[in-house]
């Protein structure tokens, strides 16, 4: 036996426990008034949600829905009540205050409203009291049990789905058989041409029947750091460019590039949700001098915390990504149907 396995058991047994408290009525989840829908995943980080959370507030947005996106903020500075990111029109904050995710939402929907607070009930119903708001996206929420949802959808990475299990040698937030409290489950970073019925078998194996959707993910265009103009991939030409990221899963972003077309000279990981300090900067800088590099690239998340003046003379660019579903149609008649949200 692993002489770390007994630490694996009593973090089941503590998920389990908080579960049960829940279900039970001993720990208190508060509703709000206008519909939920949570995404969230059950490993720790990399699976697309935040990319999924902006594609679902694109769909309802579309549909003409008020929409508030209710986030943790997560490594935000902020230690007060419910914190305005965005009202609809403009951002009201920064990355170092309300979290890397809670912006990258806010600029990639400009016409949503974002609030971010650890009581994400709280901060809803701060939303609905000062403004009209037809549904709440939760962010990141499966596990977020203190507030009820409408819909509870599952995001699952079908290229590492469940994380090599819990902690500590996982990465797993919870047993696999939480998948009985989604509604449906989101193959995120799917294949086109591929079905994965074996994964969707293990999916069903905790809950049969539970709807499915294919998700593909792909880079777009290309944002140069303090601007908001997209730009097409082309724009990283030869010789090349140095690519660096401080998220759950750099190898995945670094694949996506070159599967782009960009050609990646070098790149650097760092740790997640990485605070860059001047060092840092100093240090790209002279990769780029040292292989005669001009540009360098980095994810949405990562470039709000990045200033253009700390890389001259070189150029930072974000990779700007989609999510698309392959069943939009029964996705959007899922909305309708549980949550009560129409989609057009």
């Known amino acids: 036996m692993n002489v770390l396995s007994p630490i694996g058991a009593l973090y089941e047994v503590a998920v389990r426990l908080r579960c049960w408290s829940y279900s039970a009525g001993i720990l208190r989840t508060a509703r709000l008034q206008s519909p939920v829908v949570s995404i969230g995943n059950l490993t720790m980080g990399g699976t697309g949600k935040t990319p999924a959370t902006i594609a679902f507030g694109k769909l309802l947005l579309d549909s003409g829905h008020r929409v508030a996106i209710l986030s943790r903020g997560y490594k ?28 990258v939402i806010a600029r990639n929907l400009p016409r949503a409203l974002v609030a971010v607070f650890r009581e994400r009930a709280e901060a809803g119903a701060w939303v609905e009291k000062h403004f009209g708001v037809d549904v709440h996206l939760l962010d990141d929420g499966f596990q977020h049990l203190q507030l009820h949802r409408d819909l509870n959808l599952l995001v699952i990475d079908v290229t590492n789905p469940f994380g ?41 194996r905790y809950k049969p029947h539970i709807p499915c959707f294919l998700a593909r993910q792909e880079l777009v265009s290309l944002r140069r750091l303090g601007e908001e103009k997209d730009l097409p991939l082309e724009t990283l030409g030869r010789p090349g460019s140095v690519a660096f990221a401080g998220i759950a899963n750099p190898a ?25 300090r001047s060092h840092d900067s100093q240090r790209l800088v002279r990769e780029c001098q040292d292989l005669n590099v001009n540009a360098m690239i980095t994810t949405e998340k990562d470039a709000e915390k990045l ?27 899922l909305l309708s149907d549980v949550a009560g949200v129409a989609v057009r």
Do not use: W
């Open 252 to 276: 995945q972003f670094f694949n996506s590039l070159r599967e782009a077309g960009i050609e990646i000279v070098k790149s650097f990981s760092f740790p997640d949700h990485h605070n860059y």
């Open 307 to 333: 200033s253009p003046a700390e890389f001259l003379p070189r150029e930072v660019f974000a990779a700007r990504v989609a999510f698309e579903f392959d069943d939009l149609e029964r996705l959007s008649k």
């Open 164 to 204: 090599g299990g819990l902690p500590p040698m996982g990465r797993l937030r919870e047993p696999l058989d939480a998948i009985r409290r989604a509604d449906a489950v989101i193959l995120s970073r799917a294949e086109p041409g591929c079905a994965y019925a074996e994964l969707i078998s293990q999916v069903r």
């Open 76 to 103: 935000g500075q902020h230690r007060g009540g419910p914190l305005l990111v965005s009202d609809g029109q403009r951002i009201l904050t920064t990355a170092s205050e309300a979290g890397d995710e809670a912006l």
